[in-house]
């Protein structure tokens, strides 16, 4: 295949940012995105030039890392599919494709399409876990959780964090990411003394560091790892539990 | 009597020639206290003898624990928690996404909750057993007692196992047992538990205990002493080079099966920070145990980054089988019955395609081989639903299957249920690591390693789900324990000062070294080499191996080296976010890590599960292991004259009696 790589490119968070185009030639329909990148920088490489920056790792769709702007959708044209699972099979021989990174204004550039998504875990940081320190757990037997409330935990914590949400947000709102994991910490026996306390707390920071939520649904679209809808929900749900309950739990 | 049958072989002249330029034989070490408790509570009892230190006085200690995957995390977590000062260091932008994450099956838990007979003991069997008695008995004690505790832990934090549907946690059986002992959360268990994991890290950072540094990647370990004293790390992002001191120094850094190129590991995955350590001292174990996993995705362009690895369970239903005739490129549904080879059939009938995962490999890799490979690049085999289809009908198999045939289709772009899968064995996990003692510490004091960074517990084979339960288990319930014994006696002393003379030296050492590579300025980039390397290791060191192949291999690890520092160009600027020196300096150590691995495996004149030399073979082709000669670890030191130095730690079997492994 040949292909047209429209590539944004900039040094830093400091500098200016602007498109430059690359052409592609000798990559197949069986490349992933990323693997087309790889090709373009061996390329680039050996011409003396500058390669292309951007994040990945387990190359498997499940550590979250990577995450491209592709044709002005977030990690590309398949739907609930992260940038490492995206294939060139997905663009017609001799197209044009725009790569870009994840755009959000909390989001800042770090080099070319690489950002820095560390706003997603200061929402973490506020209360996004469990107080329990190690070999003080109960028996996980002793509490009961049946298995409809532990497969809706799982379906609920399934997210990968890699922060697509957020970059199709017309608001820029975390409220996916948010929901996604108040719901999962709420479902489990062992998280629940500190429900309200945690609700509060991580949605303030992610109003702090994101936006409202105008219900776009443009998140789910794009989110690999399937979270629903009811999730941006459940976010609107433990925070009312808090204020009308008033307590910790 | 054919020379393979012996067990033991005079090494040809050249290979031992080979050999003694390489290597010399240094003295036995002890991984363990001589003690006359029985192994089943030598844990209790060591628990019972570590020192302590008392509450107040742990704020005066620093610890650095560097990597947040599952042990990395629950180490730095669990310091955190117990009042000790931890700095954290992962080249990740954010804890959660370590490796870990990827891992699908499940953890291994020896509760025996059930009635199907599992017990502590049969978990030691089934270790000591799966991992070839090239692992330290006592250690899989500890693992399987910890184990218990472990799945308490992850479920208060978070981690959502299966549950039945009376309310109880479910589990599942797995490769090389006969009990129902895995703990699962459907095919997510390492990203669940990673995640569970990275929460009660940040909530340790939330609380101040724990100093988080994301993007920053270890060069260098620091050494005062005779003692780890602290690291030498790269912002990764601004490119700052900067030292850190502490009381003591936790690796929790992984596997280095990336020095395969293609392997399942995720790209960035590299064994940088244990190999520098190795460089300032710490013996590495092992280096030639790597499990290659029987259903990884054959490779299928020259520009495939990694492996994909297929859940193993899917050989409970699919058949493998090759064409009988070599270079057969007929639609493998148009190919007769009469002209297929169903050979893990053929030649294992009680086990069939269910063998264990180093017998799978290694035959796919003889039927390659013989030219009897299947796909483009007749690199594969055969991966067949066809019958379990017509027998059980599609949508049994889509409920069973159906999200890992989604993945292949994502994959390969074609659809399982009508061509049959092409697998072939991928690079997977590393059962060597750094040598490190009963208490997870390495022959340099204050230096602990943790998970599979490490070398314990597995040896020359190893069990799925029992690699997040070790990592989880190090992480939580082991360095917990062993890092505060060894702090206990340093009480009094500052951690050391950053103008010392040692942490100058080795930021000057680091800084020359990111120059040396940026001054080669040749023509080819980091990758080409590390593609080249990794071809090379997969023919020379792969699933089968032997010593004019091993001999060949080192050779051509060391030519290919020469080249690489004579001819690298590391592009860009060294002052800030460059993939490509974080790349180079990668490469520069997998390099030498490669030639580690083919000297032990040329060394190891014996078979051993994943250690498979064709010299050393059963008659019927099983791997031949070597007891009297062989009954022990290799640890490596590098010696002052270039040439390392192997050191013996001599393995102990009493709780499970040497026996061979026997699946047909």
Redo the contacts between chains.
């Keep these: 295949m040949k292909l047209t790589l429209q590539i944004w490119r900039q040094?830093?968070a400091a500098s200016e940012g602007h498109y430059e185009d690359y052409l592609l030639v000798g990559?197949?329909?069986?490349?992933?995105l990323?693997?087309a990148l790889?090709?373009l920088?061996?390329q680039?490489?050996?011409e003396?030039?500058?390669?292309v920056?951007f994040?990945?790792?387990?190359?498997?769709g499940?550590?979250?890392?990577c995450g491209i702007t592709v044709d002005g959708r977030p990690h590309g044209p398949v739907e609930k599919?992260p940038s490492c699972?995206q294939?060139l099979?997905s663009f017609a021989d001799g197209s044009t494709v725009r790569l870009e990174p994840f755009r959000n204004g909390s989001y800042r550039v770090?080099?070319d399409l690489?950002v820095?998504?560390?706003g997603?875990?200061r929402i973490?940081?506020?209360g996004?876990?469990?107080?329990?320190?190690?070999?003080t757990?109960?028996?996980?037997?002793a509490h009961?959780?049946?298995?409809e409330?532990?497969e809706y935990?799982?379906d609920m914590?399934?997210c990968?964090?890699c922060g697509a949400c957020v970059a199709a947000c017309p608001n820029g709102s975390a409220n996916l990411y948010v929901g996604a994991k108040l719901l999962?910490?709420a479902?489990?026996p062992?998280?629940k003394a500190e429900r309200s306390t945690r609700a509060k707390e991580m949605v303030r920071v992610a109003e702090e560091e994101f936006g409202p939520c105008s219900l776009y649904g443009e998140c789910v679209d794009v989110c690999p790892a399937g979270i629903p809808i009811t999730a941006i929900a459940g976010v609107n749900r433990e925070k009312l539990r808090q204020v009308l309950r008033g307590m910790a739990d | 009597m054919t020379l393979a049958d012996t067990g033991t072989r005079v090494r040809p002249a050249a290979e031992a020639q080979l050999l003694d330029g390489l290597r010399t034989i240094g003295s036995d070490i002890a991984g363990m206290i001589p003690s006359d408790v029985p192994a089943a509570e030598f844990w209790t009892d060591r628990k019972l003898h570590y020192k302590l230190v008392s509450p107040l006085n742990r704020r005066k200690f620093t610890v650095i624990v560097v990597g947040t995957g599952l042990a990395g995390a629950?180490c730095a977590?669990?310091l955190g928690?117990l009042g000790y000062n931890v700095e954290a260091f992962t080249f990740?932008?954010?804890?959660?996404?370590a490796?870990s994450?990827?891992a699908q099956g499940g953890i291994n838990a020896a509760r025996g909750?059930k009635v199907d007979g599992d017990s502590l003991a049969r978990f030691v069997k089934d270790t000591i057993k799966g991992g070839d008695f090239r692992a330290r008995e006592v250690d899989a004690w500890r693992l399987a007692e910890e184990s218990i505790?472990v799945?308490?832990?992850m479920?208060?934090?978070?981690a959502?196992?299966?549950?039945?549907?009376?309310?109880?946690?479910?589990t599942r059986s797995f490769g090389g047992v006969q009990v129902s002992r895995t703990y699962y959360?459907?095919g997510?268990t390492?990203?669940?538990l990673q995640?569970a994991a990275?929460?009660?890290l940040?909530?340790q950072?939330?609380r101040g205990s724990v100093n988080l540094h994301?993007r920053t990647e270890m060069l260098d370990l620091i050494v005062e002493d005779g003692r780890a004293a602290g690291i030498v790390a790269r912002n990764l992002?601004t490119g700052e080079i900067t030292a850190h001191t502490a009381h003591a120094v936790v690796l929790a850094t992984g596997g280095y099966g990336n020095v395969f190129f293609k392997s399942t590991l995720?790209?960035?995955?590299n064994v940088t920070a244990a190999f520098r350590a190795h460089r300032r001292g710490a013996y590495f174990a092992n280096p030639a145990f790597i499990q290659f996993h029987p259903t990884s995705l054959p490779v299928?362009?020259e520009?495939?980054?990694?492996t994909?690895?297929m859940s193993e369970s899917l050989r409970n239903d699919g058949r493998i089988w090759v064409p009988k005739t070599p270079g057969d490129t007929r639609d493998p549904n148009t190919i007769p019955e009469e002209e297929r080879d169903y050979y893990l059939e053929r030649r294992y009938p009680a086990f069939g395609n269910l063998t264990p995962r180093d017998v799978a490999s290694r035959a796919a890799r003889d039927e390659i081989v013989a030219g009897r490979g299947v796909g483009p690049l007749k690199n594969a085999v055969y991966l067949d639903f066809r019958d379990a289809i017509g027998r059980l009908g599609r949508k049994v198999i889509e409920e069973r299957y159906g999200n890992l045939f989604e993945m292949y289709t994502?994959?390969?772009?074609e659809d399982p249920y009508v061509v049959p899968m092409r697998i072939a064995p991928g690079a997977h996990f590393a059962m060597g690591g750094l040598w490190n003692d009963y208490d997870q510490m390495t022959s340099i004091p204050g230096l602990f390693v943790g998970g599979e960074a490490g070398w314990g517990y597995h040896g020359a084979n190893r069990l799925g789900a029992n690699s997040l339960l070790s990592a989880c288990v190090d992480g939580?319930?082991t360095l917990?324990y062993a890092v505060p014994h060894y702090l206990a006696d340093l009480l009094g002393s500052p951690k050391p000062a950053l103008d010392a003379p040692e942490v100058a030296g080795a930021l000057d050492d680091a800084r020359g070294g990111v120059e040396r590579l940026t001054a080669i300025g040749g023509?080819?980039?980091p990758?080409?080499f590390h593609r080249r390397l990794g071809d090379l290791l997969y023919q020379h060191c792969g699933v089968s191996r032997d010593g004019e192949l091993l001999a060949e291999g080192i050779r051509s690890v060391q030519a290919l080296r020469e080249e690489f520092w004579s001819d690298l160009?590391v592009?860009?600027q060294t002052d800030?976010?460059n993939?490509?020196l974080e790349r180079a300096g990668r490469v520069a150590d997998y390099l030498d890590m490669a030639e580690l691995m083919c000297l032990d495996a040329l060394d190891r004149d014996e078979s051993c599960g994943a250690h498979f030399r064709t010299e050393h073979q059963h008659p019927d082709g099983e791997a031949k292991r070597d007891d009297e000669n062989w009954r022990f670890a290799s640890a490596w030191e590098r010696g002052a004259d270039g040439r390392y130095i192997r050191h013996q730690e001599p393995l102990e079997f009493v709780s499970v009696p040497l026996e061979t492994r026997n699946y047909k």
């Design positions: 040094d830093s990559a197949g329909p069986e490349f992933t990323l693997e790889d090709k920088n061996d680039l490489v050996s003396g030039k500058e390669p920056a994040d990945s790792d387990c190359r498997e499940i550590c979250g890392s599919t699972r294939h099979r770090v080099r690489a820095d998504r560390s997603l875990d973490i940081k506020a996004g876990y469990a107080s329990i320190d190690a070999g757990a109960p028996d996980a037997d009961h959780l049946t298995h409330k532990a935990a799982l914590a399934a990968i964090g999962h910490l479902t489990m062992s998280t | 629950g977590a669990a928690e990740h932008d954010a804890p959660r996404r490796h994450v990827a909750r505790r799945i308490d832990h479920d208060a934090i978070g959502p196992f299966a549950r039945e549907y009376g309310g109880q946690l479910a959360t459907r997510q390492g990203q669940q995640v990275s929460q009660a940040l909530r950072v939330a994301t992002i995720a790209k960035n995955s299928s362009s520009w495939q980054s990694k994909i690895l994502d994959a390969t772009g939580w319930f917990p023509t080819q980039g990758d080409r160009r592009q860009g800030g976010f993939q490509e």
